[in-house]
């Protein structure tokens, strides 16, 4: 099992940068295929971006291809979403999202019941 926290969200301006962390804390970091989600309220939870456990493969939502970057350190146990030119509308709880791989994969997940393990959310909030 594992848990995650994540950190990094808050107000910021249209334009402006934001850098999620998500840290991760139990079985080791390196067997999981990670992902960021969001959930904007009355929305449902929506895909925004996964790395895979092996070759650190990336995939993003077309919403925030270009401007998001999601990246991994094994050494820290944590995966970062770095936001730029962020837009109001990507306002939303974000949250990070842990799936287990028993085998070596470069798979990539995309969809919220793919994942075994959620973060509690960190809240981004984009001004005009």
């Known amino acids: 099992q594992v848990q995650l926290v994540e950190s990094g969200g808050g107000l910021v301006q249209a334009g402006g940068s934001l850098r999620l962390s998500c840290a991760a804390s139990?079985?080791?970091?390196?067997?999981?295929?990670m992902g960021w989600f969001r959930q904007a309220p009355g929305k449902e939870r929506e895909f925004v971006s996964a790395?895979?456990?092996?070759?650190?493969?990336?995939y993003y939502a077309a919403s925030v291809k270009g401007r998001f970057t999601i990246s991994r350190d094994n050494a820290k146990s944590t995966v970062y979403l770095q936001m730029n030119s962020l837009k109001r509308e990507d306002t939303a709880v974000y949250y990070c999202?842990?799936?287990?791989?028993?085998?070596?994969?470069?798979?990539?997940?995309?969809?919220?019941?793919?994942?075994?393990?959620w973060g509690q959310g960190t809240q981004v909030t984009v001004s005009s």
């Open positions: 999202a842990a799936k287990l791989l028993t085998y070596s994969s470069e798979n990539l997940y995309s969809r919220t019941y793919d994942y075994d393990y």
């Open positions: 139990g079985r080791t970091f390196s067997m999981y295929a």
């Open positions: 790395i895979s456990q092996t070759n650190w493969n990336t």
